[in-house]
């Protein structure tokens, strides 16, 4: 199973997206990526959007978990979804680390109905209008004390 981590920005009622085109429709992107083997989640994350975006940020608490079952072009994927709480810099797109053609704001009133990759624009635009009020902590060592 593949996992792909990213980050959710948002700032005066407008999430940070990548635009792509596929298949000749515009499609936005949280930004992030997949997880090499032995990385921790937060440094894939602050990995990507430097190499991508060419900032750094501040992760806060997971918004949600959500599995793509695997297809004939895409294996199993689980994307984990974090809160970005703040970004250092400003975000412009990299083209030497992405096929990304710009950055773009994507209003919340828009999510429901807006090509996103992963497809979790409903669940986007009900957690920003329930008030933020469904994130779950994350653990960085759930192994910590060492039990097993």
Not at 46 to 69: R, S, T, Y
Not at 83 to 100: F, I, L, N, Q, Y
Request: net charge negative; hydrophobic share 35%; charged share 30%.
């Amino acid at each position: 199973m593949r996992v792909r981590v990213s980050a959710v920005f948002e700032q005066g009622n407008e999430i940070l997206c990548m635009k792509y085109i596929y298949g000749g429709k515009e499609v936005f992107s949280i930004p992030g990526g997949g997880v090499d083997k032995d990385i921790p989640l937060h440094e894939a994350i602050k990995e990507e959007w430097k190499n991508e975006l060419g900032v750094k940020l501040d992760i806060g608490d997971i918004i949600l978990v959500g599995e793509a079952p695997a297809s004939k072009r895409h294996p199993q994927t689980l994307h984990i979804v974090f809160a970005a709480e703040e970004v250092h810099g400003t975000p412009k797109v990299r083209p030497d680390s992405t096929h990304s053609l710009d950055v773009v704001w994507l209003p919340i009133d828009k999510l429901k109905h807006s090509p996103l990759y992963p497809d979790i624009g409903k669940q986007l635009y009900e957690y920003f209008k329930d008030g933020r009020q469904r994130s779950i902590e994350f653990i960085r060592n759930c192994m910590e004390r060492g039990y097993w």
